[in-house]
């Protein structure tokens, strides 16, 4: 009897692990927080059922663009911006009649304009500065010039270098090879790396006016991302609104880091994917991610029993909530309206998540009785203006800073660390404002030259 309640135990207990392991070989992008660059490549016949149910869902529509569909087409500049105008007639006619010329003109001429790049050749300023003798002390005294710095190159080639190796993220000597071949401008690695350290300096302003701005937005995104530090993991963090972002790198993903990104006294609005690091938050401050509760539910609803029902049950649910929300954003109603559209599906996810409480499996017990702890941080959404219901913005934000990472393997000191920071809240606030990144570097380094105070990109 003893050596049959130990077998079950031992089955039971290998059953559990067996679960276990098929769970976390099943993660993927659709049912946990794991990239979609991460994803194991699909097979050729779940390629063919997967474009199978595509085309079911969009009417299996072809390919290309639909009857109705209103083309395209590249617009001509305007008649001003035009640098240069050649004239052409016709030289012979099919019916064998040579032009001279003098022939009578129909219509207007066809337009056919060309855009082409200028052959592109650097301007070599020379800065004389002359020395005089000082008739007070003796003393011989070189001028101090408007324009003039340490470095070798001009405002607009520092804010290129700055663009290709932050934004387009060139190595060091990808970026001498394209200064060589594309400006005819010679360069070495060294001084690409100095004139990235120098762009970093320039930017420390502006970067600090957004870090102190974060703690005074109405609503913030904000997520973290590992990061490699002479191969040592660190964390980078990003926190973005709908006028600004900025990133900063941290040794340790823990509640102390949060609080240097958002500041301890930070009394706005969070919106983030549950991690434990924003828990010093109260309740009623966050916002939790609809789309990682979803994968949540769908990673439950992948489970055999009644596990698996409680998670198919939740996972039909809350995507009413995102077809209300989506109405709601659309048809331009009020908040009013959302909260009355969304009141069943509030009550009935609750009743749900309790009904998973009580059941027998634990890790459900788990995972239902932690939401429930949280649950009014699901729904501050429709009960706060401006409060979007995922945190989509900020994983957008922190995607540059991925690529970045894969592509450069990280950085080698706290230096790079800085300009990391600073070039990823340059580039992304860019893009939110609207403004081109390059522009407003080529300001920024201008400026510098000039010893004047750099272009701020905190909202006024």
Known sequence: MELTLGLLAEITALRVRVDEHERLLSRDSRNSSVAPSNDPPLTRQQRRARDRERAKAQGRKSRGGQPGHEGKARELAAAERVDRRVEHVPVWCGCGHRFDGSEER????VLRQKWELPEIVPLVIEHRLHR??????????????????????GPRLEAHIAV?????RLSRRQIVCLLREMFATTISVGAVDATIIRMSGVLADPWRELHDAVRHAHAVHADETSWRLRGETNWLWVAATAL??????????????AKELLGEDFGSFIITDRYAGYHWLDVLQQQLCWCHAIRQFVSLSERDGAPGQLGQKLLKAARIVFVAHREYLNDGHELPWLQTQLRPSREKIKA???????????????????????????????????IEPTNNVAERALRHGVLLRKIQLGTQSQNGNRWIERICTARETCRIQGQSVLSYLTDAATAAHHRQPIPSLAPT
């Open 164 to 168: 290709l190796a932050g934004v387009y």
């Open 132 to 153: 005089l003798v000082c008739p007070g002390c003796g003393r011989g005294v070189l001028p101090v010039a408007d324009g003039i710095s340490a470095s070798a190159f």
């Open 244 to 257: 600004f972002a900025c990133y900063r790198i941290d040794p340790s993903r823990s509640q102390a880091a």
């Open 106 to 109: 129909v219509g207007d001429p």
């Open 352 to 386: 749900l998540l309790e009904q998973g409480v009580r059941g027998r499996d634990l890790k459900t017990r788990r995972f239902c009785a932690g939401l429930l702890e949280e649950y009014d941080a699901l729904w501050t959404f429709c009960e706060v203006a401006g």
